[in-house]
Structure formats: C-alpha cells, structure tokens
C-alpha cells in the first residue's frame, strides 16, 4: 500500500518556510513557487519562521513577499532559562530545545501549516513531529559506507567528506526530515527525495592526497569551523557554488513535486514516486532533478 506523504486534495497546500540566515534557499523557493502558473502550483507560503529575528533576512524576505512573519529568538531563551550556549550537550539543553520547540508551536498554531520547509534554519528542532518538513543537503545522502549516510552533518562537514573521497563530483540532496533524539538519530536521516546532477568540485589545483593528508592531521572532533585550514576553506567555497548549482535546482523541484502528492512509502518503508498523481508508483532509490527540470530515476532499492 502507498502512504502518500501528502495527499493529493483539491486545495492549494500551505508551506511554512524556516530560516536563519541569509535566506538566499528561502528566496529560490518562493520566487521558484511564485513563477509557476495556477496549473502547476501545488504550494504556497504561509509564513516565515525564524530562531534568529535580529541577524537573520527572516524580516526582510517576509516583507518583501507579504507573508507573516513568526520569531522565537533561540539565543535569548536559552540565556532566559540560564544557559548561555545553545546546544543539545546536556540534559537541561535538551528540555530547554523542548520548551522553545512549544514556545513555537504556539506561535505558529494560528496557521494551517501542511508542511515545513528548512531553508537554512539551524536548531535541530522536533517541530518536525507536527507536520511534514524537508531540507536540503549540501552532499549525496544515498551514498553509503558500512549502512550508513557517508556525507552527513552540519553546515559543509558534508562537502569535506565528499571532497575526500575525491569523486570529482558534489551533489545537493533533498530530504523528508526525522525528529532528532539527541543521541545521533535523525541527523540528516529521513527519505532522500531527490537530488541534484552532478556538480563538479573545486579543488584550486589541490589533490585529494593533500586534502586527505590535512584531515589527517586534524585534532579533536572533525566539527564545522573547529579547523580553519585549507580543506575549511576549499569546503566553504564548494558548498557556496553548490547551493546555486545544486539546491536551487533541486529544493524547488522536489517542494513541487513534494507537494502534488508524488512522493509516498510503502508498508516496508521503501519510498515510492509517481510522476503526477495519474500514474502508479514505482519504488526508488531516489529522484535525480536536472537544471531543465528532467528527472532521471536511478535503479530500485534492493528488496
């Protein structure tokens, strides 16, 4: 049986869109869902949502399209409830995520929100529990190691991993977001609806075997911005050419498809696709989304 993920209806679905920053993924989305004709329009925004009200575009971007604007600032609760980083490290940290994760549910539940969209929005939040939510990752989640996402993590930890592994290649992925445990599970896992065609990586005359030999050598956790070294510095510049090469392809593409109800899953949990709600589904591995707006579908997932 096929659990379409968002059922086909006659109504035009309502879409949340979370940021924290720049907003640039958030822009592509909406001038991407604003561009399509009544025909072709799945989707629109509902309401911008932001953890950052004072440092990110969220108000910029909100006016600039005439949607409300929803602000919970992350920093100030945090430092309201006596901690002054914010983080999931500690017990405490993790009810305080809970209790600013209400404190938002609060202030969207005057929208009929169908689903998210986390166009750079940072807090690992279980918002994700209310309502269908998908975001967008700098690096080729179906490719695995040892059963488990080789590229996954925060910001351009994904690049780096990828750059190492010296394909030559990048690509951005578009996946159905799980609730985050605390304990690793939900980071970067979920469906990976679709990705974009293969971005050729920058690596400015570098080989892989010095990148590899500079990893190497780090010390401590291989987190983002803990090494400011020239595997940090090729990954920044990778992941910016990325976005617009790879997510601004892909994240508007999947969101349409997403949101016409193409996307579903079995009773075994294998994700399906149909190309428009008329056909039948067929199991996939994934959808790969070219800049003409082709999609290729990749082999099937072996039963």
């Known amino acids: 049986m096929a659990n379409v993920f968002l059922k086909e209806c006659k109504k035009t679905l309502q879409g949340a869109v979370f940021l924290s920053g720049s907003g640039t993924n958030a ?5 991407s ?5 009544a025909s072709r329009k799945h989707w629109e925004a509902c309401v911008i949502v932001t953890d950052r009200p004072k ?3 969220a108000r910029e971007i909100a006016s600039k399209y005439g949607l409300p604007l929803v602000e919970a600032g992350i920093h100030d609760f945090y430092r309201s409830r006596g901690l002054e980083k914010v983080s999931l490290a500690t017990e405490k940290a993790r009810q305080v995520r809970e209790e600013w994760t209400d404190l938002l549910r609060e202030k969207l539940a005057p929208y009929r929100i169908d689903f998210g969209l986390l166009a750079g929005f940072v807090p690992l939040c279980n918002i994700v529990k209310d309502f269908p939510c998908l ?3 700098p690096a080729d989640l179906t490719y695995e ?3 488990k996402r080789a590229f996954a993590g925060l910001h351009s930890v994904g690049v780096e991993l990828a750059m190492l592994k010296g394909g030559g290649f990048l690509r951005s992925s578009v996946i159905l977001v799980e609730p985050f445990t605390g304990a690793g599970g ?3 896992a979920g469906h990976v609806l679709g990705v974009s065609g293969k971005v050729e990586a920058l690596y400015e005359g570098h080989s892989v075997e010095e990148l590899q030999e500079i990893f190497a050598h780090r010390k401590g956790p291989h987190l983002h911005g803990l090494h400011h070294d020239l595997l940090f510095t090729l990954a920044e510049k990778n992941q910016a050419m990325l976005k617009e090469k790879g997510d601004w392809v892909v994240y508007p593409a999947v969101t349409e498809d997403f949101a016409a109800g193409c996307f579903a ?3 075994d949990k294998v994700l399906l696709f149909r190309e428009d709600p008329c056909r039948a589904f067929q199991r996939i591995r994934t959808v790969e989304y070219s800049p003409s ?3 290729v579908i990749p082999l099937e997932p072996k039963a």
Not at 27 to 31: D, G, T
Not at 33 to 37: D, E
């Open 27 to 31: 822009e592509k989305l909406l001038e």
């Open 186 to 188: 939900g980071m970067d």
């Open 145 to 147: 190691e040892n059963g």
């Open 33 to 37: 869902c604003r561009a399509n004709g």
């Open 135 to 137: 975001n967008v990752h």
């Open 293 to 295: 707006g082709r999609r």
């Open 265 to 267: 899953e079995d009773d």
């Open 55 to 57: 440092t990110s575009r």
